[in-house]
């Protein structure tokens, strides 16, 4: 199995927007493409040249990368609940009235305005902080101080003691949605795992096809050795013409099998274009991909079914997000279960006063000794069913979700299994294979010599050359499936990136 090192890949947001921006119903360049079907245009690529492109442009990949993104947005909407605000009012009163007594005001005029903080903790505790000022005048001739002005700071804070108290009932948006931000990237490195074993075995599968085609080009040219000897026997009257016919009928054969064997490299030539992207490429749509690793490899992975069943249940996409979301499950049950307690609020005051002339004044008497404070409970009692039907509901949703997580564990260890199984098969068949291509290119030598002595028959030798080349092709395709476990196993367990060198950036 080909490891890929040190590849790093980077994707930032501000490169990706700009680039959806450019693909949308963008024309195709037809002059361009056209100019470039006739050029004879090689491609030396590797399997991480291959891995890379089909990351750069995939769109798949653009669309997950920026999921991250808007959950963070969503964590920062559930941390603004927390956020203080800052308020500001301003009143002007007139009040006009007939008088009752010789002591009471017939005018008034107030001007009042006032600012503060309030804010919310997250233990659910309310808290406000107003300084008020006000200025008031009367026609009233006892009043000592006309105008007057009144500074009243206040401090009030409420404080539930049932419901919506507590820290993980009030931060609950804010721990889900930042399980959801962690759930975004896994989704994303989950396809970007997708794509990279995609991307190799369409690899894998070309190199195979590019094996096959030389294997049939082989077999052709034994053939037509073969023929040659055949002609010269025939015109010396050694042979019968039904063995040149044989003879002539198989190089035919072979040479179909060569065009079949040609049609099928170009399709898995296309199809690697098409995963890297290429096949958009109006500069290299129609180059031909030359594979720098051109030999293929035999590379025995030790493999450990109770480790890989460990990294399948920690490094797993599909398992990660599974637990976050029981998590994101369970915290919802615990705010349902808080939302059906009746509101039992503790409210505390504090102010204090100041009395003056000006409101420079009033705002420096402000004193200890005139201050006025309360306490308090309120309490509301909900007389509707919506909240407990809510709590019912988060708890079907809990159970659901539990039965979702097991069935998922249990797929996992079946395909985590099989995945272990099926590399220890297609491992012997490589040693089996191997030992069968070695074995059929001796005899096929040994028979050779025996034909060139007149001891093996042309039906016999042609039989022996089909039999070589078989073994070859058993021999190549056992490597492919072999590597192609490889893949699928790392996919299981969770390690594709790992294993091969790729780096996704967290932001």
């Known amino acids: 199995m080909i490891i890929v090192k040190n590849l790093i890949l980077f994707i930032f947001v501000s490169f990706l927007i700009p680039a959806f921006a450019e693909t949308v119903i963008k024309d ?10 006739l050029q004879g245009k090689v491609l030396k690529l590797s399997l991480t040249d291959c891995i890379v492109y089909a990351l750069k442009n995939n769109s798949e990949v653009l669309i997950k990368k920026i999921e991250p993104n808007l959950r963070e947005l969503d964590i920062k909407i559930a941390k603004g609940r927390f956020d203080p605000v800052i308020t500001g009012e301003a009143f002007l009163t007139e009040v006009k009235e007939k008088p009752t007594s010789s002591f009471s005001y017939s005018e008034l005029e107030s001007r009042e305005f006032a600012f503060g903080l309030k804010g919310r903790l997250i233990t659910g505790t309310d808290y406000s902080l107003e300084l008020r000022n006000k200025r008031t005048k009367t026609d009233l001739a006892l009043q000592n101080i006309n105008p007057y002005y009144e500074t009243t700071p206040t401090f009030t804070i409420t404080q539930p003691l049932s419901k919506n108290s507590g820290i993980l009932v009030n931060t609950a948006d804010i721990v889900i949605a930042r399980n959801s931000k962690i759930q975004s990237y896994e989704s994303f490195k989950d396809t970007v795992m997708d794509i990279v074993s995609k991307t190799k075995v369409c690899f894998y599968s070309y190199m195979f096809h590019l094996q096959s085609y030389a294997i049939a080009e082989s077999s052709l040219a034994r053939a037509k050795d073969l023929l040659d000897i055949v002609r010269q026997r025939y015109s010396k009257g050694l042979v019968s013409e039904v063995d040149l016919l044989e003879i002539e009928t198989v190089v035919v054969e072979r040479e179909k099998l060569l065009i079949s064997a040609e049609a099928q490299l170009k399709r898995a030539e296309d199809e690697l274009k098409l995963i890297t992207n290429f096949i958009n490429d109006p500069q290299n749509w129609n180059a031909q991909i030359e594979i720098v690793e051109s030999k293929l490899e035999f590379k025995e992975e030790p493999v450990s079914l109770l480790e890989s069943l460990k990294s399948a249940f920690e490094f797993r996409p599909d398992y990660r997000i599974a637990k976050l979301n029981l998590d994101n499950r369970n915290i919802k049950v615990v705010t349902a279960k808080n939302s059906v307690l009746p509101m039992v609020d503790l409210v505390a005051s504090l102010s204090f006063n100041g009395l003056g002339d000006s409101g420079y004044q009033s705002l420096e008497k402000i004193d200890k000794d005139y201050k006025s404070y309360g306490l308090g ?15 019912e509901q988060r708890e079907k949703e809990l159970e659901q979700a539990l039965l979702s997580f097991k069935r998922l564990e249990q797929k996992i260890i079946l395909e985590v299994r099989d995945r272990v199984r099926d590399i220890d098969i297609q491992k012997r068949k490589v040693k089996v294979a191997k030992l069968n291509w ?26 022996y050359q089909d039999r070589l080349f078989q073994a070859e092709l058993d021999y190549t395709k056992s490597i492919i499936d072999y590597n192609i476990a490889l893949i699928n196993f790392d996919k299981s367990i969770g390690l594709t990136l790992v294993r091969n060198g790729i780096k996704l950036e967290e932001e």
Request: charged share 35%; proline share 2%.
């Open 28 to 37: 195709i360049d037809k002059d361009i493409f056209i100019s470039n079907s």
């Open 377 to 391: 409970v309120r309490v509301t009692l909900p007389l509707d069913d919506i909240d407990r039907a809510r709590l």
């Open 438 to 463: 070695e074995k059929e290119d001796k005899n096929y030598s040994a028979q050779k010599e025996r034909y060139i002595a007149g001891l093996v028959s042309t039906h016999d030798i042609l039989d």
